[in-house]
Nanobody, 119 residues
Framework: QVQLVESGGGLVQPGGSLRLSCAASGSRFSSSTMGWYRQAPGKQRELVATITSTGSTSYVESVKGRFSISRDNAKNTVYLQMNSLKPEDTARYYC?????????????WGQGTQVTVSS
C-alpha cells in the first residue's frame, strides 16, 4: 500500500512561483514512476509532468520551460517547481505513483492540492 500526501499549493499572482511536494509512504518509491496531474473545474484531469525511477522527465507542452519535476528518493518525495505561473495553471494538482508489481504497475493517487493563479 502506498499513500501520497501533497502540499505546497496556494494562491499566487500571475508570474509567481510555487513548489509542490508529494510525500510517499512505502518501500517502492525509488522504483516507481511519479507524476503530477491537474484538473481544472469542468475539465478532464491532465498529465503535467512525470519522472521515472532513473530520473527521465517529460512535460505537457503548455508547461515546458516553466515547470520542473524532481525527486528525492532518500526522502520519498517528488517535487514540482512551478515558475511563471499563469491563470490557466489554476487547478487542483494531484500526485500519482505508478508502482511496479510483478509484471504490471498499480496506480496510487494523493488527495490533491489547490493552486490558484490570480491577481
Amino acid at each position: 500500500q502506498v499513500q501520497l500526501v501533497e502540499s505546497g499549493g496556494g494562491l499566487v499572482q500571475p508570474g509567481g512561483s510555487l513548489r509542490l511536494s508529494c510525500a510517499a509512504s512505502g518501500s517502492r518509491f525509488s522504483s516507481s514512476t511519479m507524476g503530477w496531474y491537474r484538473q481544472a473545474p469542468g475539465k478532464q484531469r491532465e498529465l503535467v509532468a512525470t519522472i521515472t525511477s532513473t530520473g527521465s522527465t517529460s512535460y505537457v507542452e503548455s508547461v515546458k520551460g516553466r515547470f520542473s519535476i524532481s525527486r528525492d528518493n532518500a526522502k520519498n518525495t517528488v517535487y514540482l517547481q512551478m515558475n511563471s505561473l499563469k491563470p490557466e495553471d489554476t487547478a487542483r494538482y494531484y500526485c500519482n505513483a505508478k508502482v511496479p508489481i510483478w509484471t504490471t504497475t498499480r496506480d496510487y493517487w494523493g488527495q490533491g492540492t489547490q493552486v490558484t493563479v490570480s491577481s
